[in-house]
């Protein structure tokens, strides 16, 4: 231990403190509903998922149309396989209890690697899985109306959804530039 | 005076979830709140993350498995709630934080006015901890609560000799930071 009298260590230790306790029911409390919160939130991802799913699954079932059925065919494994990739890679692992800051900072850090991996890889897993399906889609409601209008429509319909997917990508990329800083700032921990 | 009072030690381990936990708030409950203080500036997210910081420390009770002291195990999960609380408020906040390299550097704003009061000196402290990147946070806090250089080691996991570093640079920058106004010297 330091010499006793160090002024600066006397300045914090010193200090007033609110002598804030919790009662173990408190704990207990607080600790369940946090279990719980964990709990919903991963049902609330499913039932969502599900609820994606749902109207395809419907539309395929009740489409007659040869390429419109194949299009929600590839929509519903487009949607599952970006589920099966969220819970795969999206899931957070749990800091062991009492490891030291050095175990626990690299914990984080590879933590937030793989949130950044997820983040810049939004193409590949989560934006290019859709794209089948919208191009048989595509191509089977303008053999289904070959007219010029309806071709305008499903152009315009293209550009929209291309406007939103480079909008999802820079809005990863954005916060992948976060992250990105922030494993900078752990890197050098030891 | 030092914030460490007793240690316990292996002795604890055997004791139930809820008793360690309140031994261990007993004996190192000021120095949680110090802690929080350290890592959140707003009061109202400060309660938030002390009362994360309970939480925690009562749940990791249950694997307390007595191979270090209680006072490191507690000291281990509390800087590591608050590193995680740092990385998620990060995020939301875009300020930078620093390592101590970087503080020795910075030019010596004291104002001997503020230098005389306690209140401003305290909160100067805060503001220059709560700039520091999560490990040198740690070693600075550990080192405020009068822990030694063993003991620092032991808890973030750093070798002897990083820490001894660390701990020079902390010095020389808590020296030139508060060295005006007499009583504001940093002790040898």
């Known amino acids: 231990m330091w010499e006793v009298g160090n002024p600066v260590q006397e300045l914090w230790q010193d200090q007033p403190v609110e002598g804030i306790q919790m009662s173990v029911e408190e704990l207990r409390r607080r600790a369940g509903k946090f279990e719980r919160t964990i709990y919903w939130r991963n049902v609330r991802e499913y039932v969502g998922s599900l609820l994606a799913v749902g109207p395809l699954t419907y539309f395929f079932a009740t489409t007659h149309d040869v390429l419109s059925r194949v299009s929600f065919g590839l929509f519903i494994a487009a949607m599952l396989w970006i589920v099966v990739q969220l819970h795969r890679k999206g899931s957070s692992k749990k800091l062991p209890s009492g490891v030291d800051t050095l175990t626990g900072l690299r914990f984080y850090r590879a933590e937030l690697e793989r949130q950044l991996e997820v983040l810049t890889s939004v193409w590949s897993w989560y934006l290019a899985p859709l794209v089948p399906g919208l191009v048989v889609y595509t191509i089977g409601q303008a053999v289904k109306v070959p007219r010029l209008r309806s071709w305008a429509a499903l152009a315009l319909m293209n550009l929209v959804v291309a406007a939103a997917f480079v909008g999802i990508w820079k809005m990863n990329q954005k916060a992948a530039r976060c992250l990105q800083r922030m494993i900078e700032e752990l890197n050098g921990a030891d | ?188």
């Open chain 2, 1 to 188: 005076m030092s914030a460490i009072q007793s240690i316990p030690t292996v002795a604890a381990f055997g004791s139930g979830q809820d008793e360690l936990y309140q031994q261990a708030v007993q004996t190192y409950g000021a120095a949680l709140e110090r802690l929080a203080r350290a890592y959140e500036s707003d009061a109202d997210l400060r309660r938030d993350l002390l009362q994360e910081m309970h939480v925690a420390l009562w749940r990791s009770f249950r694997g307390f498995d007595g191979r270090c002291s209680l006072r490191t195990w507690f000291y281990r999960v509390s800087h590591n709630v608050g590193a995680s609380h740092v990385l998620r408020q990060r995020r939301l906040r875009d300020q930078a934080l620093v390592g101590l390299e970087e503080l020795e550097n910075l030019p010596d704003s004291t104002n001997a006015l503020e230098a005389a009061d306690r209140s401003h000196r305290l909160e100067r402290l805060l503001n220059l901890i709560q700039r520091l990147k999560p490990m040198d946070r740690h070693v600075i806090l550990s080192y405020l609560e009068g822990f030694d250089a063993a003991s620092i080691a032991e808890i973030t996991g750093l070798s002897a000799g990083n820490v001894a570093t660390k701990i020079h640079r902390i010095k020389s920058v808590l020296a030139r930071q508060f060295q005006q106004g007499g009583s504001g010297s940093c002790g040898k």
